[in-house]
């Protein structure tokens, strides 16, 4: 288990800087040229865990939030000029990150890989991991100019496997 006493001050700053401060900045970086133009799509790829908090996760969790909720204000300014800002809430995709994890969990439970990794793929209500391309269109789609009027969403990209009403 993770406690507060886990993290030292250079561990909270490091995940603050990563999952709130550099995003806010590549916004910053970007949006007033997308103004200028008329157009523009970001996307922040944040996690599941800003809408279903992981325990292990637990700096990433604040942090994250933190930046879907600099959105939520940020968003809703910029929109009028047809510059949209959303987030991806990913959860367990098949990729080499899930599988590098997987091993490496199976491993501590003592546990056959495989066989782990299907036990924890039958979990999400899906019966799977997502795919890669599925996240990957999702993406593109919130890029797109068909989702113009999107604005300010967290999209949770889970197979159902966060169990929330809203």
Same mark, same amino acid.
């Given at each position: 288990?993770?406690?507060? =006493?886990?993290? =030292?001050?250079?561990?909270?700053?490091?995940?603050?800087?990563?999952?709130?401060?550099?995003?806010?900045?590549?916004?910053?970086?970007?949006?007033?040229?997308?103004?200028?133009?008329?157009?523009?799509?970001? !996307?922040?790829?944040?996690?599941?865990?800003?809408?279903?908090?992981?325990? *292990?996760?637990? %700096?990433?969790?604040?942090? $994250?939030?933190? +930046?879907?909720?600099? !959105?939520?204000?940020?968003?809703?300014?910029?929109?009028? *000029?047809? !510059?949209?800002?959303?987030?991806? +809430?990913?959860?367990?995709?098949?990729?080499?990150?899930?599988? =590098?994890? %997987? $091993? @490496?969990?199976?491993? @501590?439970?003592?546990?056959?890989?495989?066989?782990?990794?299907?036990?924890?793929?039958?979990? #999400?209500?899906?019966?799977?991991?997502?795919?890669?391309?599925?996240?990957?269109?999702?993406?593109?789609? %919130?890029?797109?100019? *068909?989702?113009?009027?999107? !604005?300010?969403?967290? %999209?949770? #990209? =889970?197979?159902?496997?966060?169990? +929330?009403?809203?």
């Amino acid at each position: 288990m993770t406690t507060l =006493d886990d993290w =030292d001050e250079a561990t909270r700053q490091k995940a603050v800087n990563d999952n709130m401060i550099t995003p806010i900045m590549l916004i910053r970086a970007v949006v007033d040229a997308m103004i200028a133009q008329e157009f523009g799509r970001i !996307v922040n790829i944040a996690s599941r865990s800003v809408r279903a908090p992981l325990a *292990h996760l637990g %700096l990433s969790n604040g942090a $994250r939030a933190c +930046l879907t909720g600099f !959105v939520a204000g940020t968003a809703r300014q910029v929109a009028r *000029h047809n !510059v949209t800002i959303n987030n991806l +809430l990913p959860g367990a995709f098949a990729t080499a990150r899930q599988e =590098d994890g %997987l $091993r @490496k969990l199976s491993a @501590k439970a003592g546990e056959d890989c495989a066989s782990f990794a299907r036990a924890r793929a039958a979990e #999400i209500p899906a019966g799977r991991f997502g795919k890669p391309e599925e996240f990957g269109r999702a993406c593109a789609f %919130l890029c797109s100019a *068909h989702a113009g009027y999107i !604005v300010r969403q967290n %999209l949770l #990209i =889970d197979g159902g496997a966060v169990n +929330l009403t809203m």
